[in-house]
């Protein structure tokens, strides 16, 4: 016969057993790390926008993350080269001559997005990667971001001639001689996706662009600003665009817009 | 024993022979040079965009014409052939060849309205009128014929490969042959190159009539980088009788070429 205290202890060990919390509840949601489709992806500027999104989400408050650290596993990595995966499936088929695992695939099913970084909203995401992902990290949703686009502009003008035209200030700027500017502009354009893992689509779609300037002012021969393009610019575009899409991001958490688990 | 041999091969190779026969048709109509064709671009995606270093007002105009056309059917890709004369279309620039001259147009739809605009640019110069010119036979010679953009040149160049051009591009070669569910039948063609590019075509049939063809061209970008594509066209008509009504100008268009006296 069993003492009551050892029943207790029995029910007790039972109950931590069966007792899972499940995996949707507080917590349900991680950040890839984000991807860079440009020629100029060795800049790391994945890397430094995901880091920036996610501590304005997470200095919000506002979202529920399961860790506060990015993404970036095996998984991740082959969820980013799927180009790559299915060009080695290629090779595999003309080894065989049977092309149907390319043909009959679902890359050419419309409801697929080809791949992670042209996804829209409503498409599906490589379902068996998504499921992993999810799985190894204890999440339901993950938020992803793909860096589109890299823009650039200049702007050159001559101060001199402009005050000479409108004001008549001849005397003073040919004194000085001429004053020009030359401002030059970065921009960024980024996509960032909310995946669901268990089935593998984007519930969730916002995109972003940003730009930062800097002018480099030319009096006589003297320079005040800079002139080339810095880490700096490149640092403070990245910010303003991971503000933009924070800004969106918890703008449509309040309005309900993102799955409840998301929210604190 | 050999008689069971004999029927053995014959056995294995009808099969191939009846496939083999599946495009002559087609390339038939190519190499006479008589045929009308309506295609649908079914779905296409590219990894490798033009996403480098854009200038900005660049990007804008992009982001607006992709807004504007998210979701709007492609205009209907057509390719008429009539002995030396013909006409292409392909996602509304179109290229007619009538008598030695070429004329390019395109045409557009606006509030559900078809319209046409030339190429004749320049002060007083109207939007609707094309000015021609002599076909260029050396570029003809050096790259072969066209039937649109890339993608249904190659698919066109597999049909009916491109024999007279000195610079006649990648050689596919046929790879495989079958059938699926529901009474298709395909045909696969490859192209792989030296430094690991491949590309990959599947022609379906439906009752020996070309219905659809998927593409794959996967290009090597380094050690572990490749970029793909992938495409379908649906084809609506692909018959040997040339639709005359594509080998003369819209009458919206006004010619204003200066022929040759």
């Known amino acids: 016969m069993l003492s009551k205290k050892t029943l207790a202890i029995a029910m007790a060990l039972m109950l931590g057993v069966s007792f899972v919390p499940p995996k949707t509840e507080a917590g349900s949601t991680a950040m890839l790390v984000f991807s860079d489709k440009t020629r100029f992806d060795a800049a790391k500027g994945a890397e430094v926008l995901s880091e920036l999104m996610l501590e304005k989400l997470v200095n919000s408050g506002k979202i529920s993350f399961k860790d506060n650290v990015l993404l970036n596993s095996a998984s991740v990595q082959q969820l980013y080269g799927e180009d790559m995966e299915f060009y080695k499936l290629i090779n595999s088929c003309r080894a065989t001559g049977n092309y149907n695992p390319v043909f009959e695939s679902y890359k050419f099913n419309p409801a697929y997005a080809n791949s992670i970084d042209l996804a829209k909203e409503g498409d599906i995401v490589e379902p068996r990667l998504l499921k992993r992902i999810g799985e190894e990290s204890g999440v339901r949703y993950v938020l992803q971001g793909t860096i589109e686009r890299y823009g650039t502009d200049r702007d050159d003008s001559t101060v001199s001639g402009v005050a000479n035209a409108i004001f008549g200030l001849s005397g003073l700027f040919g004194l000085m001689g001429s004053v020009s500017t030359d401002t030059k502009t970065l921009a960024v354009t980024c996509t960032v996706r909310l995946l669901d893992t268990t089935t593998g689509k984007v519930v969730y779609s916002r995109r972003a662009m940003a730009r930062e300037k800097i002018a480099d002012v030319k009096v006589l021969d003297a320079n005040v600003g800079a002139d080339e393009m810095n880490t700096k610019m490149f640092y403070n575009v990245m910010d303003k665009v991971a503000d933009k899409l924070a800004g969106e991001i918890l703008a449509d958490v309040a309005a309900h817009k993102l799955p409840a688990e998301l929210g604190k | ?261």
């Open chain 2, 1 to 261: 024993m050999k008689r069971v041999l004999t029927i053995l091969v014959l056995f294995l190779l009808v099969p191939q022979i009846v496939s083999a026969g599946a495009l002559d048709k087609y390339r038939s109509m190519l190499e006479n040079r008589s045929c009308t064709i309506k295609y649908e671009i079914a779905y296409q995606d590219k990894n490798i965009k033009n996403n480098d270093d854009l200038g900005i007002f660049y990007q804008k105009v992009m982001d607006k014409v992709e807004a504007e056309n998210m979701g709007a059917p492609k205009p209907m890709g057509i390719i008429v052939l009539q002995g030396e004369n013909s006409y292409t279309q392909n996602d509304g620039y179109c290229l007619l060849t009538r008598n030695g001259y070429e004329y390019p147009y395109v045409v557009a739809t606006h509030k559900g309205k078809v319209d046409y605009y030339g190429n004749h640019t320049g002060v007083g110069a109207s939007f609707h009128s094309v000015k021609g010119a002599p076909v260029n036979e050396l570029e003809r010679l050096m790259y072969g014929v066209t039937y649109g953009d890339e993608e249904i040149t190659t698919i066109m160049r597999v049909i009916c490969p491109e024999t007279r051009a000195l610079n006649r591009g990648k050689v596919y070669w046929r790879a495989a042959s079958g059938s699926l569910e529901g009474g298709i039948s395909y045909e696969d063609y490859q192209w792989a190159g030296d430094n690991g590019d491949v590309d990959l075509m599947r022609f379906y049939f439906n009752a020996g009539e070309l219905m659809k063809v998927s593409t794959v061209h996967y290009e090597k970008l380094g050690p572990n980088r490749v970029a793909g594509m992938h495409t379908t066209i649906k084809f609506h008509e692909f018959s040997s009788t040339p639709d005359e009504k594509y080998l003369t100008l819209p009458s919206r268009l006004k010619d204003v070429t200066k022929y040759a006296k």
